[in-house]
């Protein structure tokens, strides 16, 4: 079975870091484009970060440039988001998705696998 987890969530004092990953089981990340989601109560989705199958290519919402980075770890099959300088409207449950074709933050129907996803509460 073909799942993603994120994990890395939780409660953060504003200008703190936190450091999600999404881990897959059941296939390797190394062939699709990742991308992070997020979506707070009464919000529309929200594209955050995404990165190519190969690395080559990131992009990023501006809400969240120069603050956030994506990066992969291919030894241990994941994708992680590090998140600095945060704010309390980074308060969201936060989601990755695999898509087998492209990497994009607005896209969400080229994402074929979704993972339950975490929260990240920024409060002081």
């Known amino acids: 079975q073909l799942q993603l987890v994120e994990s890395g969530g939780g409660l953060v004092q504003p200008g703190g870091s936190l450091r999600l990953s999404c881990a897959a089981s059941?296939?390797?990340?190394?062939?699709?484009?990742i991308g992070w989601f997020r979506q707070a109560p009464g919000k529309e989705r929200e594209g955050v970060s995404c990165?190519?199958?190969?690395?080559?290519?990131?992009n990023y919402a501006d809400s969240v440039k120069g603050r956030f980075t994506i990066s992969r770890d291919n030894a241990k099959n994941t994708v992680n988001l590090q998140m600095n300088s945060l704010k309390p409207e980074d308060t969201a449950v936060y989601y990755c998705a695999a898509s087998p074709r492209v990497a994009t933050i607005t896209r969400y129907d080229e994402y074929d696998y979704w993972g339950q996803g975490t929260q990240v509460t920024v409060s002081s």
């Open positions: 059941g296939f390797t990340l190394d062939y699709y484009a």
């Open positions: 990165i190519s199958s190969s690395s080559s290519s990131t």
